[in-house]
Nanobody
Framework: QAQLVESGGGSVQPGGSLRLSCAASGYTYGTRSMGWFRQAPGKEREGVAAINIVDSTKYADSVKGRFTISRDNAKNTLYLQMNNLKPEDTAMYYC????????????????????WGQGTQVTVSS
């Protein structure tokens, strides 16, 4: 059974950094694109970043230049390095695995993803 487990969230002051991790198990991690999403209270879930199996990436405009998505296929782990955090980055962050069979695709919408983690909370406040 596939499982994604996020970690690394927490509280940080504006301008600070956090590194999120997502440990994957129960499926062939290295064959699927992966993504990070976030959802703030009262708002829709939005895509933050995505990465395919050849490490091509894409980012939401709001995080470009501040966030970096990466993956370690040997460890079945996805990362999100978040720098220069802003209060508007406060949200629950989720990792997700794409459907099988399209390893070069970079999905944007939540409904394109197959597996989801339970989320890790990020709070940016002074």
């Amino acid at each position: 059974q596939a499982q994604l487990v996020e970690s690394g969230g927490g509280s940080v002051q504006p301008g600070g950094s956090l590194r999120l991790s997502c440990a994957a198990s129960g499926y062939t991690y290295g064959t699927r694109s992966m993504g990070w999403f976030r959802q703030a209270p009262g708002k829709e879930r939005e895509g933050v970043a995505a990465i395919n199996i050849v490490d091509s990436t894409k980012y939401a405009d709001s995080v470009k230049g501040r966030f970096t998505i990466s993956r370690d296929n040997a460890k079945n782990t996805l990362y999100l390095q978040m720098n220069n955090l802003k209060p508007e980055d406060t949200a629950m962050y989720y990792c997700a695995a794409d459907r099988p069979g399209r390893p070069l695709y970079l999905p944007s919408r939540p409904d394109e993803y197959h597996y989801w983690g339970q989320g890790t909370q990020v709070t940016v406040s002074s």
